[in-house]
């Protein structure tokens, strides 16, 4: 019974999700659509074009913005249940954001207190997923470089994966709001990407504890279960 409880929230809460990334990208494909009929009536002079065709590339970027927090690493289908490697996923995640931190001025480090696997159960995709909407956020708050370290704890029962960064940080009021959907302080944000990571965690059985300071910057603590890979399956 609760089984199919948990079973029933999770199917609320994806196509809850679905509903509000079509929405989302509908608004800039109808302003797309409508700038390209522009495009093609006569009478139009250069300049006039110029800044139609502004528009449409402006809008397909923001497209793109929302399908990137919402499921660039995510698959389509329903989760997939399977003993992750947290400290894999961690690298593969650092790795994935090098990039973009680098252009960022931003160094990345991942560290973890012993060699050994630490398994948690649930979808890695959509893990990576969240974890890079979390990543990129603390990458977006240090415009003028700085550092991101995640690092991995393993207590008697628990996975902690620690997201610190050393960026602007938050105000209360902005802590508060963090992870309801289209809160956004940047310009060109979707206020998606945190909405997306705390449902993927929480799923995922996680616990999410944020501490922020202004002008110092932010750490997240996310806490999972472990798991403990059966001993006849390599
Ligand atoms: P977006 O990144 O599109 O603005 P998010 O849901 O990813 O949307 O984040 C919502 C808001 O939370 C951001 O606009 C920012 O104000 C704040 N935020 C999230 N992570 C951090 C962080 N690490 N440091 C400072 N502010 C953050
Ligand atoms: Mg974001």
Redesign the pocket.
Known sequence: MQEEIVKSERIKVVSEMAASVAHEIRNPLTVVRGFIQLLGTSGADEKRKEFYQKICLEELDRAQ?IIT?YLSLAKPEPDLIELIDMKDEMVYVSNVLSTYALYNNVQVHATSNDNVPVYIAGDRYKLRQALV??G???I??MSGGGELSFQLRQHTETAVVTVS?T????TPE?LGR??SPY????NK???????VSFSIIRNMDGKIDIQ?EVGK??VYYIAFPIKHKPDNIS
């Open positions: 913005l927090d909407n979390i990129k956020n603390a977006e708050a960064d960026g602007v940080g938050m902005q963090l992870g809160f956004s302080t940047k944000g979707t206020g998606l990407g945190t909405m922020s910057g932010t």
